[in-house]
């Protein structure tokens, strides 16, 4: 089958979808996402010239937050244009840039609305943070000649099943784009294996080692620490449902050994707020929510995290950080932000989706990983008891975020070539489009 056949086939599968697709969208995403951005009717960028850069969620905001202010200082005449699939991304991204970038949902990948969102703001450069390719909308910008890059390139062992099962629709994804950075040597090998052209593909690093954390963060970590005295404090972050419930049995053996321990919890989800704090208080944890502004005192013994773009912030006020989604099947999240800031890193074993960093602390002696809820315990408890091995730990973690960085100055390289005013993109020929 004939790429271009497949994606014709896949866009009437859509519309035929198209009901269910729209029922949840009235029911999950308004009023925080607006139906006509979903169909591509976004303001036009007019007569300036544009970038734009997709960031599915969180996640990825977080990701590729140093490369939206690399973009934004390298090219203040341009206007940057950020897309989320989230309401999560679209706060954080709000909460780090302000107005500096302008925000738009992800259109939905129909044929329609891809071809006028792309036709409207007239990109001259699109990146792609991470994975999240469409059909559709990489076909819209083909057909106008517009550049694709994708930047911190992954591909998850799940994820490269799922994209290869997709036979010619993926290969009429991948051979067109123009190129992609890989956070890993097999991220690259797997993309070259779906189909993007061998010479498109570099092995560039991970983004994430770029992390650069604001001194006014800092400063506020240090603030909050000072507050709480000099009781042992460790985090929890990014917890998920099946998550919470272990680390909340991970504190109670904690507070067996340290009875001052405090716990920073902090859910992945906002949604999930709520729900969680009530397994806290079920646990019969005396619980202080900091979106309440109420004082952390002696008698406190978990500290909730129910607030969006802290995250960061509250790893600087621990002793030890548990980084979630690694005690449950979802692949992990981002170790690199305690390991920069010298917090000593545990994770539970489940790490797809960052194998080559958690390899990397793991050989350089910088994260622990424990296999349950009870392991989790026992190893922040030891942790705690023993400040020359947590600070070993938290040394090597920074130093391997420090020795790793350069993905960020390979990307801003590569994409110079699109963006200067010597580039040229008349010779570029739209393929399977």
């Not at 949840?24 to 300036?48: C, K, S």
């Not at 502004?293 to 978990?302: F, K, N, P, Q, W």
């Amino acid at each position: 089958m004939s790429s271009g056949l497949a994606r014709r086939l896949y866009s009437l599968l859509l519309y035929l979808l198209s009901p269910l697709i729209w029922w949840r969208v009235w029911r999950e995403w308004l009023p925080t996402h607006p139906r006509r951005e979903r169909l591509g009717y976004v303001p036009a960028v007019g007569a300036r010239r544009c970038i734009w850069l997709h960031a599915a969620s969180v996640g990825e905001v977080v990701t590729a937050t140093p490369l939206i202010r690399a973009l934004l200082d390298d090219y203040p005449d341009h206007a940057l244009i950020v897309t989320t699939m989230t309401a999560t991304g679209a706060r954080q991204l709000r909460q780090t840039f302000g107005d500096r970038v302008r925000h738009h949902f992800l259109p939905l990948d129909f044929p329609g609305a891809t071809r006028r969102f792309v036709a409207r703001i007239n990109p001259r450069l699109t990146i792609i943070a991470e994975t999240e390719l469409w059909p559709n909308l990489l076909a819209a910008c083909y057909r106008r000649g517009v550049p694709v890059a994708v930047a911190n390139a992954r591909l998850s062992p799940g994820a490269f099943r799922l994209y290869r099962r997709l036979g010619a629709l993926c290969r009429g994804m991948l051979a067109p784009l123009d190129w992609v950075g890989a956070k890993s040597p097999s991220d690259a090998q797997r993309f070259r294996a779906l189909g993007a052209r061998p010479e498109a593909v570099a092995m560039t690093g991970a983004l994430k080692f770029d992390l650069n954390v604001d001194e006014s963060v800092l400063a506020a970590s240090r603030r909050l620490r000072q507050r709480w005295g000099p009781r042992p404090v460790w985090i929890a972050g990014s917890t998920h449902p099946g998550e919470d419930e272990q680390v909340l049995a991970a504190h109670a053996w904690v507070r067996r050994q340290l009875p001052e321990a405090l716990l920073i919890l902090v859910p992945r989800h906002p949604q999930r707020f709520e729900a969680v704090a009530e397994l806290c208080e079920a646990a019969g944890e005396r619980l202080v929510r900091l979106s309440g502004g109420a004082r952390v005192g002696a008698e406190t013994t978990l500290l909730l995290g129910d607030t969006m773009g802290d995250l960061i912030k509250l790893y600087g006020c621990a002793d030890v950080a548990f980084v979630g989604g690694s005690l449950v099947t979802i692949g992990g999240h981002n170790l690199l932000e305690p390991a920069a800031l010298g917090v000593a890193v545990v994770s539970g074993p489940h790490l797809d989706n960052l194998r080559e960093i958690a390899d990397t602390l793991a050989e350089h002696e910088a994260r622990c990983e424990v296999a349950d809820g009870e392991a989790l315990g026992q190893t922040v408890a030891a942790l705690l008891d023993d400040a020359p091995r947590r600070e070993r730990l938290g040394a090597a973690g920074r130093q391997v975020v420090a020795a790793n960085r350069g993905a960020l100055a390979a990307t801003r390289q590569r994409l110079a070539a699109y963006l200067t005013d010597t580039a040229s993109n008349d010779s570029w020929t739209p393929i399977n489009s």
